[in-house]
């Protein structure tokens, strides 16, 4: 009898032991598939938050080019930072003069800015913005002068070195006085 009754519980226990497994088996499937789910869920949630990220960044863009469009002066800005100093406003750093220097001066423009380093304050007098830098304990030579006609969104530039002054002109046309006056001085 105690041998029955041995394996009776042996049994029983053996038959608690699967229906345990049996359940955690059940229970780590069902987990295993919310788990995955919850998955599916965030890969969508964050595609949808690429995609508003991309038509915000394009709102952006159009507004910015609406705004530009809407004044036809991208250089107008400059005239609010009359009496900055170009290094305190990051003025070599703004996208939009940063590209139209390049594109004006070629390799020219890592030279630049190089040499800013002592500079004036921007000045905006009749339209036009005007700064200019040396590079340190020069004499100014080697130094540079940015110019602006912001009534016609033309940019200019004047390079001094080796006792040379080169002028630039973005759309090809006469520089100013003050800047011809500055390359001969």
């Not at 998955?39 to 705004?67: F, I, P």
């Not at 400059?78 to 900055?84: H, I, R, V």
């Amino acid at each position: 009898m105690k041998i029955q009754l041995a394996i009776v519980s042996i049994f029983c226990s053996l038959l608690l032991l699967f229906a345990a497994c049996s359940q955690s088996a059940k229970t780590d499937e069902k987990d295993r598939e919310l788990i995955e789910k919850e998955n599916e869920l965030l890969k969508k949630e964050n595609e949808l938050l690429k995609k508003e990220q991309e038509l915000s960044q394009k709102d952006v863009g159009e507004n910015q080019q609406a705004q530009t469009e809407k004044t036809g002066k991208e250089l107008r800005f400059l005239a609010d930072l009359k009496g900055e100093y170009p290094h305190d406003v990051k003025l070599l750093e703004n996208a939009v003069l940063q590209k139209r220097l390049k594109k004006m001066l070629g390799e020219r423009y890592g030279f630049v800015k190089s040499i800013w380093e002592v500079e004036t304050p921007i000045e905006i007098e009749n339209g036009m913005m005007y700064t200019w830098a040396m590079q340190a304990h020069s004499g100014g030579d080697p130094g540079a002068v940015i110019m602006a006609d912001l009534n016609k969104d033309v940019l200019y530039v004047g390079i001094r070195e080796n006792g040379e002054g080169k002028l630039y002109s973005e759309d090809g046309s006469e520089a100013p006085q003050r800047l011809k006056d500055w390359a001969v001085e």
